[in-house]
């Protein structure tokens, strides 16, 4: 990575210590992972900026501070086998194939263009355990089910049903819901039939589209 792009993710990371991120496994991911390369280039100047940033097609890169949130979350683990919902500019993928390797991640967008615009960026650097699928993930990917963790970064009314049943036994599923406009993240450990829920906090991401989207 450039110097003055290293200096200025060190910050970055630094930032999020400071915000309560204690994970070393996420925090060493968000080092390792130019988070610029995901970015169009006149955003450059602001690829470390704890913010959410705009892309084509009125999506966005999520912010650093939730990703970081939601990735402690999943407790991510050496072998894991994940699922995004989400794909976008991809630099979420890499940071929990990066965590997760030798495990896979299978990531889905439902934009062709993005699906394109990720696998273009993830060239860029060295991460082969990542599978880009152009499809709707509201309803999962069932090809590749169970998985030990789901990620879905775009807002849902309620978490889509395939999702819990295409998650492990003891899987954990990380999810914002709640409206299109503001969104409550959510924890959820699937224990047999039960489904334990915890609340993370409050946040905004872009609307979940497809089967069971807004
Ligand atoms: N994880 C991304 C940010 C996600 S933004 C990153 O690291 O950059 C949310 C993305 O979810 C958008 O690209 C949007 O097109 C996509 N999306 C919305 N509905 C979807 C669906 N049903 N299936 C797959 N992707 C979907």
Redesign the pocket.
């Known amino acids: 990575m450039q110097e003055g792009f290293k200096l200025e993710n060190q910050k970055l990371v630094e930032h999020l210590k400071l915000m309560g991120i204690k994970d070393e496994k996420v925090l060493n991911s968000i080092l390792q992972v130019p988070r610029h390369i995901?970015l169009p280039k006149n955003l450059w100047k602001v690829a470390y900026s704890d913010d959410a940033l705009p892309l084509e097609q009125g999506?966005?890169?999520?912010q650093p501070y939730t990703v970081a949130v939601m990735l402690e979350a999943l407790e991510l683990k050496k072998g894991d086998k994940v699922l995004e919902?989400?794909?976008?500019?991809?630099?979420?993928v890499c940071l929990i194939a990066k965590i997760i390797d030798p495990g896979i991640i299978y990531t889905?967008?439902?934009?062709k263009e993005?699906a394109e615009f990720a696998k273009k960026n993830i060239k860029k650097i060295d991460i082969k355990n990542i599978e880009i699928i152009h499809t709707?993930?509201?309803q999962g990917y069932e090809k590749e089910a169970p998985y030990d963790k789901i990620i879905m970064?775009?807002a849902c009314k309620e978490v889509p049903p395939p999702l819990f049943s295409q998650l492990k036994d003891n899987g954990i599923l990380v999810a914002p819901v709640g409206s299109k406009f503001s969104q409550q993240m959510i924890k959820i450990i699937k224990q047999g039939k039960n489904l334990n829920k915890d609340y993370l906090g409050d946040f905004i991401f872009?609307p979940?589209?497809?089967k069971y989207?807004f």
């Open positions: 995901f999506q966005t890169i999520s919902v989400g794909t976008a500019s991809g630099w979420n889905t967008e439902i934009i993005l709707d993930g509201s970064t775009c872009v979940l589209k497809g989207g």
